[in-house]
């Protein structure tokens, strides 16, 4: 699997293509915003879209992805139904932050621990890693060794905790009991900020030693 990274509006939120080099089918993964920038992109990278993947239900990451799924005429799927006030909220959580109005959204389908979701040929394995928020999950290409973190951990950072239903204890152990047990070798793409490793993070992100 490949990918590419796009960061869009003022969070600088990592938007993902990504994509399986055999077939050319992609997923876009967290379209927080910048719906015309994504767009481009997507045309230059030259990949055939068949899906939108969402971490979790904060408007930073789900901004773009009704209007990127009615352009493409592809599902919205994941995050977890328990993240499911969240995307309910989105008119609201447009207002808190000053942006341009979301309105509510229901993916097409939620997601489980242990589901899988198949982009072309690679298979990306569901991990439910709730902490930052309830229902926020993660993907992993187990045999590409990629994890697609969202805002769960970070290059020398982890999730803020301290929005409704959030959980600090249950991010760290989210962190400890689902991620890094995947290996040291894993690289992740973060929901911001730059990619690093889990075996980096294990040694030297402050908030797990």
């Known amino acids: 699997m490949d990918y590419h990274i796009i ?10 293509v990504i994509w399986c080099t055999e077939t050319n089918e992609a997923a876009l993964v967290d379209p927080g915003g910048d719906a015309e920038k994504i767009k481009q992109e997507v045309a230059a990278l030259g990949v055939s879209l068949k899906q939108i993947l969402l971490t979790h239900g904060h ?6 992805a009704a209007e990127l799924a009615a352009h493409y005429a ?24 000053g942006l341009g109005e979301c309105l509510p959204l229901e993916p097409d389908r939620w997601l489980e621990e242990g589901e899988t979701v198949q ?23 187990r045999a590409g060794r990629l994890l697609i973190s969202g805002d769960v951990i970070f ?55």
């Open 7 to 16: 960061p869009v509006t003022a969070f600088s939120q990592n938007c993902s």
């Open 59 to 64: 408007l930073d990451h789900v901004g773009a």
């Open 74 to 97: 592809v599902p919205v799927v994941g995050p977890h139904k328990a993240d499911k006030f969240w995307l309910e909220n989105l008119p609201k959580q447009s207002q808190m932050f």
């Open 119 to 141: 982009v072309g040929q690679t298979v990306l394995e569901v991990l439910l890693c709730p902490g930052h928020t309830p229902g926020h999950i993660v993907f992993f290409d």
């Open 155 to 209: 290059s020398g950072g982890v999730g803020r905790s301290d929005f409704p239903q959030g959980s600090h204890s249950d991010l760290i152990a989210s962190i400890l009991n689902k991620l890094l047990p995947l290996g040291d070798d894993v690289t992740f793409i973060p929901g911001h900020g730059p990619m690093s490793t889990l075996g980096r993070e294990r040694i030297s992100n402050p908030f797990l030693q």
